[in-house]
């Protein structure tokens, strides 16, 4: 039976089985072969998501219809995403939850996904059964149709929303929640206030006194039972005030000092104030970070622990003080300054004297303390703070606001304004600090600072005139310094070191306080008085001699006799390589014989140049006498010392960084290659080996100057024949080795000039 051939669908014509019996006749062109396909009758058919109505995968496209479903089994996550290089990054999804009826299950979820394409977290969750939307969270309140897994933000409006009946506005204007309503009122969300029905257990019209709070009445005083603070911000003033007839006469306060973080800020302050209640003087002044008092002065000295703004004032004693290790004692006696140092030696330093009146009572009043608290200008009496100022207000001259510091109901200490009386020119109402005895007795000031001049006395209530601190009955004790302190400009410092009284000056100058006369300079080179000395009489050379004849040389920027002050003998008049802006070469280039030589392609070529001092170079020379470029890679250059190790090197010299300048003037000029990064040589001999890699045919490379070159010349030198100046390199290295064998130089007719700079 004949064998008919039909076409496969790719074009070819394959043999068919034996033909079977003759059907009925098909459509015209039928005959059982594909004629076209969705309209295509090409050999090869190639059909597109088009051709087939289907949505492409690489393309962007468009679904012409109504609906486009997802559908599975209820139980079953069924979702749409977005990836990010095949990861997913987002699924909108119906989730898992089964559907038990009632509209329940196949919730809709937004979820966002981690950079691995695994559940990040669900952005938004809507019920099916009741349309509730929640926000980061899955889990609705309530009935509520918005949850929030955090909280909700209002984005400020500039303008309130237009009116609109059948609902309410909620938005922020200016960072504050506002609310409008239907009817377009608009009003701020305030929290809820709630009536008073009744003021500690009163009703009706209450009217509460300090004693009804437990506070204390700002008309009697009263006494606080434990810690009274005055609190503010840092940075503010916190005042505790003594006051006469309304008007502050002296405050003690934490000032506004800032307060970094690291102990400092928030220094005490008592200051005096003028009859009209303004600033007067700083009486006493003490940093919180150091500890450091300062009397008169809102500044210490350096590291000095006491700093007075005038003289120190001391007050008589009948006898030297006992003797007392670890430091040393300045006090006055007979009206004359007098030291005791740790040793118990003796001796007078200065004269003095002053006089002043002792003050015998303050006012006769002792233990009322004037607070108040902070919601009826009282302080609580258990003790309470004070937000920014605290007054003591008394009559002037009659009896004195006082601040007691007791212990199981006994007066201990009392800060007061004495009761001296008030003359308005800034006189009177001084303060101080009293001490009292076991029985609650006065024992006298520890404290006297007068409000008119600033002055401070310790141990005494008699001021030296003159004298900004005196103190009375002791020794004014200075205790030792492990160091001596920082220098200050404000002023000299005395303290202790040793035993031993110094002093520190403005200038820095530190020197011991002795008695007169011990260890002192009677003369200096055979001269009393003012002297002044002068380079003839310590036998020296005048300054003006430098570089001078019967002079001393100078020296040059870089330490160096200028070549002007040396002796021709001693300067070469040939040329050297700094004359040429180099720093070392292997000859004079000037003695190079005429013509030039390639180095050939891939060979390793050496020339010596010898370092005469320490110097710093950066750059390989040469001189082509004509170069096109063309260097390729695997041409480099490298300086080594004569162990053979590397000491610096250039790049790929086939690149822009490092490739040599091209040269193409009659007779050439110098090209170089920068070292990778400059190096710093001893003096020495060093070898400059180089690999020139170039097109051989036709020749493509630099052509170098060089020194004759017979074939005969000599290449190692020296009394032992151990120094190469010339010498060829066989290497296939393509950068330059970190180090050679010198042992492997070969003797080669051709001897390069090569220098660095």
Not at 32 to 37: D, I, P, R, Y
Not at 118 to 125: D, G, H, M, P, Q
Not at 400 to 421: E, F, H, M, Y
């Amino acid at each position: 039976m004949p064998t008919t051939y039909y076409p496969y669908s790719n074009g070819t014509v394959g043999p068919t089985g034996p033909q079977g019996p003759q059907g009925p006749p098909g459509p015209a062109g039928a005959n059982g072969v594909v004629q076209s396909v969705n309209g295509q009758s090409s050999k090869d058919v190639v059909l597109t998501a088009a051709h087939v109505n289907a949505l492409p995968s690489k393309a962007n496209a468009q679904l012409d219809a109504q609906y486009l479903w997802l559908n599975t089994d209820a139980g079953i996550y069924r979702a749409f995403g977005w990836k990010s290089a095949g990861v997913d990054r987002w699924l909108m999804q119906v989730d898992d939850v089964a559907e038990t009826g009632s509209a329940a299950g196949s919730n809709f979820r937004l979820s966002a996904r981690n950079d691995d394409g695994s559940f990040n977290k669900t952005a938004i969750f809507i019920t099916r059964s009741g349309g509730q939307t929640a926000f980061l969270t899955t889990s609705v309140h309530g009935s509520a149709a918005i949850t929030a897994g955090g909280a909700i933000g209002l984005r400020d409006i500039t303008a309130d929303p237009a009116t609109a009946s059948g609902g309410v506005f909620l938005y922020s204007k200016n960072g504050v929640p506002f609310f409008r309503n239907a009817d377009g009122a608009s009003f701020q969300v305030q929290p809820v206030s709630y009536p008073v029905t009744s003021v500690n257990g009163e009703v009706g019209n209450v009217n509460l006194g300090a004693a009804d709070v437990g506070a204390l009445d700002t008309a009697t005083g009263g006494t606080v039972n434990g810690a009274v603070k005055i609190s503010g911000a840092a940075g503010s003033y916190r005042t505790f005030g003594l006051a006469t007839g309304g008007v502050n006469r002296w405050n003690i306060e934490a000032d506004n000092t800032a307060e970094p973080g690291d102990g400092s800020g928030s220094d005490l302050v008592i200051t005096s104030r003028t009859d009209t209640g303004d600033v007067g003087k700083h009486a006493i002044h003490v940093k919180r970070s150091t500890g450091q008092t300062s009397f008169g002065v809102t500044a210490p000295l350096g590291e000095a622990q006491v700093t007075s703004g005038g003289a120190f004032g001391l007050r008589d004693l009948a006898a030297d003080p006992t003797d007392a290790a670890g430091g040393v004692q300045l006090y006055s006696k007979a009206g004359l300054p007098y030291i005791k140092q740790g040793d118990g030696s003796v001796f007078q330093v200065g004269v003095g004297g002053g006089a002043g009146g002792a003050v015998q009572s303050v006012n006769g009043k002792t233990g009322i303390v004037e607070l108040g608290a902070e919601d009826v200008g009282a302080v609580p009496a258990s003790g309470g703070t004070v937000d920014n100022e605290l007054s003591i207000n008394a009559v002037a001259g009659t009896d004195r606001g006082s601040l007691l510091l007791k212990k199981q109901g006994l007066t201990r200490w009392v800060a007061a304004v004495t009761d001296s009386p008030e003359s308005g020119s800034g006189e009177g109402s001084d303060f101080g600090i009293a001490r009292y005895d076991d029985a609650g007795n006065e024992m006298g000031y520890v404290i006297l600072a007068r409000r008119s001049t600033g002055s401070v006395g310790i141990g005494t209530t008699s001021l030296m005139a003159g004298s900004k601190l005196t103190v009375g009955g002791d020794a004014l004790g200075l205790r030792n310094l492990d160091a001596d302190p920082a220098t200050s400009t404000a002023g000299a410092q005395l303290y202790a070191k040793g035993g031993l009284l110094y002093a520190r000056q403005a200038d820095g100058t530190v020197f011991q306080v002795q008695p007169a006369g011990a260890g002192s300079v009677s003369s200096i080179n055979g001269m009393t008085g003012a002297v002044v000395l002068d380079y003839e009489d310590v036998g020296a050379l005048a300054a003006t001699a430098r570089g001078t004849a019967n002079g001393v040389a100078s020296l040059d920027s870089s330490s160096k006799v200028p070549v002007a002050q040396l002796p021709d003998a001693a300067v070469p008049s040939s040329f050297t390589p700094e004359i040429l802006g180099l720093k070392a070469w292997a000859g004079d280039p000037a003695y190079c014989a005429s013509g030039s030589s390639y180095t050939g392609v891939g060979t390793g070529r050496m020339s010596a140049v010898y370092i005469n001092r320490t110097m710093t170079v950066s750059k390989i020379v040469w001189h082509f006498f004509g170069y096109a470029g063309g260097l390729l890679s695997g041409s480099w250059a490298a300086i080594y010392d004569t162990s053979g190790a590397r000491k610096g090197f250039t790049g790929d010299m086939s690149t822009a960084a490092y490739e040599p300048a091209e040269q193409h003037q009659a007779g050439g000029g110098w090209s170089s290659s920068p070292l990778t990064s400059a190096v710093t040589l001893s003096p020495g001999v060093y070898y400059v080996l180089w690999r020139f890699n170039y097109t051989a045919s036709p020749v493509d490379g630099p052509a170098l100057a060089r020194f004759e070159s017979a074939s005969t010349c000599q290449s190692v030198m020296g009394v032992n024949n151990n120094v190469w100046r010339h010498a060829s390199y066989t290497l296939t290295n393509t950068t330059a080795p970190s180090s050679i064998a010198v042992g492997n130089f070969e003797r080669d007719p051709i001897r390069f000039w090569v220098a660095l700079t």
